[in-house]
T-cell receptor
Framework: LAKTTQPISMDSYEGQEVNITCSHN???????ITWYQQFPSQGPRFIIQ???TKVTNEVASLFIPADRKSSTLSLPRVSLSDTAVYYC??????????????FGTGTRLLVSP | KAGVTQTPRYLIKTRGQQVTLSCSPI?????VSWYQQTPGQGLQFLFE???????NKGNFPGRFSGRQFSNSRSEMNVSTLELGDSALYLC??????????FGQGTRLTVV
C-alpha cells in the first residue's frame, strides 16, 4: 500500500475553509484515495473517496491532480464540531476488498471560535 | 439501519488474563476487520474476516486471534494480557470495500 504523508496538525477558525493536503508519491494505478475523520474515543468515519480530478459530497471536496501523487481534502466553512483527526488512505480497496486499511498519523485539525 | 456494535464498551483486566471482544457488523456486511489504536502507535490493523475466513492478518503476536460466525458477527480474543495491550479496539465492517463503517470501540485497560 502506498505510504502517505500529511501535516501533523492544523489550526483554523469557524467559518473558514480548510484544505488538508496528503502526499502519496508511490500511488499505484489501481489505488483510490480515501479520507476518514475521527473524534476522540470513536471509530473513524468515512468522509470521501476519489480516483482522479474532483469529487464533492455534502461534507467535503476532494481534489486530485493529474499525476495523482497528492490529494487535498477541502472542508468548507468549518465549525467547532469539525475538530478531529483526518486520515488520508491510499489503496486498491475496490479490487482487493476491505483489507489492511493503513492509517497514518493523520492530521489533527483544531477549529477555534 | 443499525451501525456496527461493539461490546463491551469498557473493560478492565489483569495482566495474564484473557479477554474476548465482540463485534456485530451492519446487517448484510460480510467483511469485518479489527484494529488496535494506541496513542503511541496509532491505528494498527489486526485482521480481517470475510465469510468466516480470515483473509488478512496484521503484524501482531499469536496471542491475538479472532473468528467470524455464519451471521458475520465477529469476536476477537487476546490471551495472556500484557500492560501494552491497553488500547481502544475498533471493529469495522464493509459491504463493498469502498467505505468502512467503524464501531465505537472497546476500551481495554490492563492493570
Amino acid at each position: 500500500l502506498a505510504k502517505t504523508t500529511q501535516p501533523i496538525s492544523m489550526d483554523s477558525y469557524e467559518g473558514q475553509e480548510v484544505n488538508i493536503t496528503c502526499s502519496h508519491n508511490n500511488i499505484a494505478t489501481n489505488d483510490y484515495i480515501t479520507w476518514y475523520q475521527q473524534f476522540p474515543s470513536q471509530g473513524p468515519r468515512f468522509i470521501i473517496q476519489g480516483y482522479k480530478t474532483k469529487v464533492t459530497n455534502e461534507v467535503a471536496s476532494l481534489f486530485i491532480p493529474a499525476d495523482r501523487k497528492s490529494s487535498t481534502l477541502s472542508l468548507p466553512r468549518v465549525s467547532l464540531s469539525d475538530t478531529a483527526v483526518y486520515y488520508c488512505l491510499v489503496g486498491d480497496m475496490l479490487r482487493t476488498g476491505f483489507q489492511k486499511l493503513v492509517f497514518g498519523t493523520g492530521t489533527r485539525l483544531l477549529v477555534s471560535p | 439501519k443499525a451501525g456496527v456494535t461493539q461490546t463491551p464498551r469498557y473493560l478492565i483486566k489483569t495482566r495474564g488474563q484473557q479477554v474476548t471482544l465482540s463485534c456485530s457488523p451492519i446487517s448484510g456486511h460480510r467483511s469485518v476487520s479489527w484494529y488496535q489504536q494506541t496513542p503511541g502507535q496509532g491505528l494498527q490493523f489486526l485482521f480481517e474476516y470475510f465469510s468466516e475466513t480470515q483473509r488478512n492478518k496484521g503484524n501482531f503476536p499469536g496471542r491475538f486471534s479472532g473468528r467470524q460466525f455464519s451471521n458475520s458477527r465477529s469476536e476477537m480474543n487476546v490471551s495472556t494480557l500484557e500492560l501494552g495491550d491497553s488500547a481502544l479496539y475498533l471493529c469495522a465492517s464493509s459491504a463493498t470495500g469502498i467505505e468502512a463503517f467503524f464501531g465505537q470501540g472497546t476500551r481495554l485497560t490492563v492493570v
